[in-house]
């Protein structure tokens, strides 16, 4: 009090501060605030200590293979002879595979679902499409060994005689000539990305279906009112508004794709080398390698497969991350978050 | 039939756990068997599964295995997350492939639970009809996983194979991708028969030679085989696989010269000449020696033959607790005396005597087996009688000369193997057989002349004169009318609806169980549209 009338002259200003607001939360405001702090400091703890946990585990390993680690095309951990090159290789392969069987099917969904259908199929069919997402990955790929597999055979025979110039699509015999028997066509990472693509459908589908039924309906009245028939809407209205969605959806579903183990393990006839002829048999994923190996390791061979484990978290964030930026940054995503 | 078989085998399994109950060593727990698991081989995966769901019916004894392979179910073993584990192999102390050492911290004791013969199943298709009667030798069959023999119409198979005309197609090896004691027993059997073909030595990792597939687990080898895309694929799994899968095996050449099945009697004839490490001083005692297998001059033997283990620890450490120890032992007493009676059923073949009188000693080591061990004179083991001498094997006594066809010679026999037990058309004479298409004797000139009508004439069985052979072949590797006219003499009959019906086996169900899971996803969202109906909006 004192303090105020012996400094008159700041005191004249000091009304036009804002005055400090001490606001005391409720109870239940602060146990709200602290679960929610929790919940999420502890999702991303987690991730880092799995981060640190790969990265001290796969230490021994890359301390032995060095930069080789990245471009090595080999597994023998017992021979000091070991990398991720033609796995890497491999795994991004089928992962692409898949992308391109996935792409179509879960836009082509997506569109069904939040522009076309209505009324109660649409929740009928939006359950499938999620439930289709809660079919566990070995059951898809029980299916894709014994029942895909064999149907596919004559469609990658047909795509490796019609298409032969297009050098993946070519199936070659050691001596150069283009194979034709069935057998060369089996386990390949085309068989494993059918597979995995219908897997990602589901994730895909409903990110894409939720920024789609996002625009705003404004604009889509606006594009019927000049005119437009329903393509014409979707073209002009929803799908520019969804970009956002669809790349989003699409790295998601790519991010999945990438760490599918079960279903390619099931299904590829692993093997070291960089095989470009992707109708044909051998390939190999991180995850599936993971699998097949972590049982028999020794300490050293579980470093090397930590260190592979390593590089494919690194390479699922980048994919991970660029995807949540990316549907931040689209106008669905930004109204989505606001 | 084989409900009765159960029963019976129920009713034996019943009097047997009363016997126990009566001696009273262990009747207090037999009431509560503390759950077990174990991982492991998948080459006696087939016995197992079946021992394991029999005695979780008979005695309410729960035993998980998880069939990983050998060299998992050895790791697990080291690393302490098993009870139990079964290997073809013992642990590698100094493996041959350069892998790292197996030394487990605790001890342990090797125990024999199965015979059984590593077998080479194949999908081999002449004319769209099943060859079910292959015939190899070690080398060619050597030849064939290196690489070197990459065509089904390879001189040197088509001189195994007389009465076949071999098509051209080519030959894809499928190997094992995980670490398997299949792949290390047959590697074993190559590097010490075929040295200088086989230069790795004896290595649980098969290494990718050439055209070959690599699948995971025997199910994964066999899998492939069978499907319609495996023709022209041969795999090495244990014999029990083939016979699931409905699918033949190859006869394999032995040292007598006679061509042999993998059958439970000359399993037993074969391991007659195993040598079993004795000294019961050693980290190896009761492990194989299979040299005296592999060169046996037996004309019975089926040099592939090997006997499958479980390792046991024999102290409590980690995980393993006495009253575990009670349920592993009272499991391995059923394994080695009643489980044998199922061996030659599911494609194995039983442990004589001798090896279970060891076994015996060595569940006795078990902590919580209450020291009891077998009574060999309540034990229904069928390689022996109650008073016998532990160096019989009944089965092996008793096993049944080799047929004359079987013979490495001209003469080629017929009658399937393993899980496909029709016989196959005699096509190897270069002719196609009998009255079929006009189109398919375009076979090279100066083989075929007679072989066509002997063929048919001999086989009247119910043939429709379908013996075609429309692939190129030429019979010119043999003398095709000798052969021809051997062949008729054993019975030629081609059966030419004779395919197995592929569907049955574990795929199919496997399958089937998938596609169950599918429709539910289905058919349930529909059911569940009432639900929905409230909170559907658009």
Known sequence: ?338 | MIPIRRITHLFAALVLVGLWAVAGADSAQAAAYYPISGSGSTWSQNALDQWRSNVARNYAMTINYNGVGSTSGRRDFIQGTVDFAISEIPFQAHPEDGSASEIPSTSYAYMPIVAGGTSFMYNLKISGQRVTNLRLSGETLTKIFTGKITNWNDAAIKADNPALAMPSKTIVPVVRSDGSGTSAQFTLWMSKQFPSMWTTGMTSQFPLIGNAKAQKGSDGVSGYVSQNYGEGAITYVEYSYAKKAGFPVVKVLNKAGYYIEPTAPSVAVALTKAQINTDTSSVDYLTQILDGVYNSTDPRTYPLSSYSYVIVPTQVAGIFTTDKGNTLSAFMRYVLCEGQQQADTLGYSPLPMNLVLAGSDQIKKIPGSGGAGVDTSKCNNPTFKAGDSPSNNLLAQTAPQPQACDKQGTTQCTTGTGGATTSTAVTGTGSSGSTAKAGTSSTTAGTGNSAASNSTAAGGTDQSGTVTDGTTTDGTSLDGTSAAGAISGSGAASSPYTLTDDGTGSNRSLMMAAAGLLLGVVILPPLLSDRLKGRSKP
């Open chain 1, 1 to 338: 009090m004192t303090l105020v009338l012996d400094e008159a002259g700041l005191a004249l200003a000091a009304p036009d501060k804002a005055r400090a607001i001490n606001v005391l939360p409720g109870l239940t405001d602060r146990i709200f605030r602290t679960v929610a702090y929790a919940a999420g400091g502890i999702t991303v703890a987690i991730m880092v200590a799995v981060g640190l946990f790969l990265s001290l585990r796969a230490s021994t390993a890359l301390r032995v293979a060095g930069f080789s680690f990245l471009t090595q095309r080999a597994w023998a951990p017992e021979h000091q002879i070991f990398g991720v090159g033609a796995v890497l290789f491999g795994t991004v392969t089928i992962a692409l595979i898949a992308l391109a069987i996935s792409l179509p099917l879960s836009l082509g969904t997506a569109l069904l679902l939040s522009e076309v259908v209505g009324g109660r199929l649409r929740g009928v069919l939006v359950t499938l499409v999620d439930l289709m997402a809660a079919v566990p990955s070995i059951v898809f790929g029980l299916w894709g060994v014994y029942f895909l597999q064999a149907e596919i055979i004559p469609v990658s025979q047909w795509i490796a005689t019609s298409f032969s110039w297009i050098p993946v699509f070519a199936v070659t015999n050691a001596d150069g000539s283009s194979a034709t028997d069935a057998s060369a066509f089996t386990s390949s990472a085309f068989i494993a990305g059918i597979v995995v693509g219908l897997m990602v459908v589901p994730t895909q589908t409903s990110i894409m279906r939720e920024a789609f039924t996002r625009a705003p309906i404004g604009e889509r009245e606006g594009a019927y009112a000049l005119g437009a028939t329903r393509w014409g809407m979707i073209r002009t209205v929803v799908l520019p508004f969804g970009t956002g969605g669809i790349i989003g959806g699409t790295m998601l579903g790519l991010g999945r794709a990438l760490g599918e183990t079960i279903a390619v393990y099931m299904i590829i006839s692993p093997i070291f080398d960089i095989n470009w002829q992707v109708l044909k048999t051998g390939s190999n994923s991180v995850s599936a390698l993971i699998a097949l190996r972590y049982g028999e390791a020794s300490d050293f061979g579980l470093s090397a497969l930590m260190a592979a484990g390593l590089v494919l978290f690194v390479l699922t964030l980048i994919v991970n991350f660029t995807a949540s930026s990316i549907v931040a940054r689209s106008r669905s995503g930004a109204e989505s978050d606001g």
